[in-house]
């Protein structure tokens, strides 16, 4: 065996080693949406239920919420006041599309606009925010400069009090 043969068995040898350390991603066909914090796929003819990943949307934000009442008459009125915000997934999102996704401990990523996830549109958008209590040091960075934008420009749940009563800041 040559030279150039043995780098090539032992690329091809490193690459299975590797491979396992990284999600795998898959293709699957968006088969409904539920509303901005779960939409379901279909992979391999079985159904999977995507929440989105290392993020609080605001469906999710009353269930944890340090006063629920006033945090659901604040999401209410947010989305009254901006109905787009509430059929984002069903405005963004195609029905029987086919989407990459990833699931990740903690949820599944899913590449709904090239490269941008689900998860950095509804933060770019001030539909949800990072989850304080997420820490994956890849994904990190990438979904904080998401939300960044929606805080600098008050858009969505930034431009009000929502996230003083619906989040519980840990400090």
Known sequence: MSKKETYFLKLIGLAFIIMPLYGEISIGILSSIENNAKVNLLYNSKPIVCKPFGIIPLENMMSAA???????????SLYRSSP????????????SQSYHFEQIKGGCVLYANGLETYSEMLLSNGIAIVDPKFDNVEWNIRLKNAQKGSET?????????IRKFC????K
């Open 66 to 76: 340090v006063n629920p009442q006033e945090c659901s008459s604040r999401i209410e």
């Open 84 to 95: 787009h915000d509430k059929a984002f997934a069903k405005e963004h999102l195609i029905i």
């Open 153 to 161: 420009h008050a858009t969505g749940l930034h431009g009000t009090l």
């Open 167 to 170: 989040i519980k800041e840990e």
